[in-house]
């Protein structure tokens, strides 16, 4: 046991004048509460002992703390003295608690609501980040849509295979989507409606929604063409024919007639997606005047822009993070469900191309790869920023981005022999032989 | 500011710039080092310097692995949020290695990790670290397995054993490389604190019980050694999985906001753990979920990780992922707009168009480039956003690239007055003919597609 005098000291404090009170010694050592002080004994106002019997070291800032305030000096000797145990400390940890809520959207409607639906997914609510749970539990897990077109399209191969035989027909590939690959929600895009691919009328589009509307029970999302000039009138028809199913209808955005769009989803009763470009303000600012057409907040669901692993999805995670922890913090404007086009992902040429057009590049290995990962990626991150609706379109992608997301959001019911795993052993971890 | 007062107040301008002040919020960014304030290191601002530098430091504790110039940062962050400054030393990614390996193997996978490299905006990415798994549990094996991997390459070492004996066999081979310990736990703790204390290395610490971890932490930096790793445990599946997740979290929020320092240091996560449930024959699986995890931790605050695969899938969306999320945010979205030359271009070289986005623009420019293509590229402003995104929102237009080939006096460029737009820009294609009087030629829907475009399409066709 080493004691410190500071009567020994007396010079040195007379020159600093410092007067420490027990109080003053408290409030510091309150700072260390990790720290048992059954080391520590204060006699009087003349002497302080500091150090154990079983050489218990002090935290260097602890002892720099007591040093400047009681003007003495530890011995080197303590501090390098051979610790016996280890020192007790507790972790604590604060909960982060947030003022602003998410607002909670259904999409799909039920017989009993007006709708023939057999289900709807409902998204939203949040009051924390995406899977603090240790925070505030999440109410609702992140739902998958999975992608189908109203015409035979160009997609990489990984993808291609899955829907070969169905692309001619969209009420069948939402069938698939379904049945095959257990799809929560399909998206039908009308991208044949643009005037540059093959300007089918939005009559024809509309008798579309209707096919895939009967093919499939599950809550549907209608896409247009993102012809700005064309999807009003596309969109308008779709959501009349698809009357009380309360749909989500995508999208519409400030460069278009978003007013015709979004009085045509109240009207018939749906949910619209408010999309803006990577762009905060505008997404208030198209939000306001959706607010101010009589559109309920909890038809609303906003898209910020997806953009691929490589090609902008940094841009798109921050967007996605700051619109999110704004709506947390109250920003009315942004607490709305996310809605994330993952399928973009497919644009990243490693998702697709056989090898890389850099000559310097390591070898890219087979595309068929890549592609899925490329989207579980752009998923998983889009996911963690505040993502609560993913479209996709690779079934294994998919199906990886629900497993993990489940996992993240407490789901039961996974066989868990993980829990068992005694992850330390990795090290001697020998399955690859 | 508080900098500001600590700093001269002299505007003496030895930093390279006009005031303190200016310096000040510079440091404030950590876009400047201390050190360029000269006079700050005369004896009489001894004290204001020394105060300067603990408010300087970062929130947690920046250590360095390995020599030279591979030798990698890891933790230094300061924020929870990219976009609430930037984070700094991305996350380093290890692969490892293991001592049953036979010797082709291994110096197989030791060069592939050392040599992997892709093109990514306008440089390689590489690999981090190399971790070395004690299988066997023989330190002379071991000793023998990291002579050999240090010979081989010049990354970071991971030496990876709860054994003290077998550790200190794999460090006696290398002292001069510090290499990260890995880990001292519960039980193992006062033999490795003993060796790192005498060889002077950084540490992992593991323990999946915040509690437990924190009394390491505690213990070690009381003992001096404060170049710790924290690795609090990852669960590849279920709860575990879930648990982990919120461990990474609740560690950097207590050090980041709540000031906690006894946590305050880089953190390790080992989605490795994912082959523990898939097994070396579930190959493809087992690899996109090691990447899966991996994902998470990149996102949520890991500092340096271990991982198996090494096929190009895994490394290629792991490295960009990580590439992406320790981009500075607050670096420009855009790049200038206007006309430039690619390689030595003449006349009758190709015109490409493409929007200043920088992802953009530095991914068409590195295509046309590395493959010798001497053309013109026109970069037209689109707000920085990208080719497909500006055509659907409408800020790549008919009269913007109109107003793009005036502007930029195009036409005394080139004698062919054709245009090539991108793929992605199709739409736009007859329209842009019509106001502008070019002919316009549609690109492939990717600018690594140029070469075999060029092949069918270059030069055009005369006549119509």
Known sequence: MRTVEKKERKEKKEKKEKRIALADIAKILEKYDALELQDVTI?????????????????????????????????????????????????????????????????????????????????????????????????????????????????????????????????????????????????????????????????????????????????????????????????????????????????????????????????????????????????KTLNRYLFKLGVPRKDIVIDPTTAALGYGLDYAFTNIERMRIAALKGDKDLAFPISCGITNAWGAREAWMKNSPIKEDSDWGPSANRGPLYEIVTGLTLGLAGGDLFMMMHPQAACTVKKVTQMLFGAEGEEDKAQKLEIADWITWDGEW | MEIWGYLPGTNCGECGEKTCLAF????????RKLELCTPLFEARYAEKRKRLAELLAPEIREIEIGVGARARKIGGEDVLYR??????????????????????????????????????????????????????????RFAECVKDVAGKTDLPLVLCSFDAKVLEAGLKEIPDRNPLVYAADKTNWKEVLGLVKSYKVPVTLFSPDLDTLSSLALTFSSAGVTDIVLDPGSYPMGEGLAESFSRFIRIRRAAILEGNKVVAYPLMAVPLTAWMVYGAENAREASYWEAAIANLF???????????????????????????????????????????????PTEHSPLFLTTNFALTYYTVESDISSNKIDSYLLVVDTEGIGVEAAVAGGQLNVELIKEALESYKVAQKVNHKTLVIPGLAARLSGETEDATGWTVLVGPRDSGRIPDWMNTNWPPKTGS
């Open chain 1, 43 to 283: 006699k009087g106002d003349m002497e302080i002992e500091l150090g154990g019997s079983t050489g218990i070291a002090l935290p260097p800032a602890l002892i720099q703390a007591l040093q400047s305030l009681l003007g003495v000096e530890i011995p080197t000797a303590l501090r390098e003295k051979e610790i016996g145990e280890l020192l007790p400390a507790t972790f604590g940890g604060a909960k982060a608690e947030w003022a602003g809520k998410i607002e909670e959207v259904t999409i799909g409607a039920t017989s009993a609501e007006g709708g023939t639906r057999e289900t709807t997914v409902t998204i939203g609510g949040e009051k924390s980040l995406p899977f603090y749970n240790f925070d505030v539990k999440m109410l609702h897990a992140p739902v998958i849509s999975l992608d189908c077109f109203d015409m035979p399209i160009s997609l990489a191969k990984p993808v291609r295979e899955h829907y070969e035989e169905v692309m001619e027909d969209p009420g069948e590939w939402a069938k698939k989507n379904v049945r095959e690959f257990g799809a929560e929600m399909v998206t039908i895009h009308l991208i044949s409606t643009d005037p540059t691919i093959k300007d089918t009328p939005a009559r024809e589009a509309a008798k579309t929604v209707e096919d895939v509307l009967q093919a499939v029970k599950v809550p549907i999302v209608i896409g247009g063409s993102g012809n700005p000039d064309k999807d009003p009138e596309v969109l308008e028809a779709a959501a009349e024919a698809a009357e009380g199913e309360r749909c989500l209808i995508a999208s519409a955005n400030l460069n278009m007639d978003y007013e015709r769009i979004a009085k045509a989803a109240l009207k018939h009763g749906h949910v619209i997606l408010s999309w803006s470009q990577l762009d905060i303000n505008a997404q």
């Open chain 2, 24 to 31: 000040a919020s510079l440091l404030k960014e950590r876009k």
């Open chain 2, 83 to 140: 976009h609430e400054l930037t984070f700094f030393n991305r996350t380093a990614l290890a692969h490892d290695v293991w001592d049953t390996m036979e010797a082709e193997a291994l110096s197989e996978r030791v060069k592939r990790i050392t040599d992997w490299r892709k093109f990514y905006v306008g440089d390689f990415l590489t690999l981090d670290a190399i971790a070395i798994r004690s299988i066997s549990g023989d330190a002379g």
């Open chain 2, 298 to 344: 990149i996102i949520k605050y890991v500092d340096i990780m271990i991982l198996h695969s090494i096929e190009p899938h895994s490394l290629i969306a792991e490295r960009t992922l990580v590439a992406n999320i320790y981009t500075d945010p607050r670096r420009p979205v855009s790049v200038e707009p206007g006309l430039r030359e690619i390689g030595t």
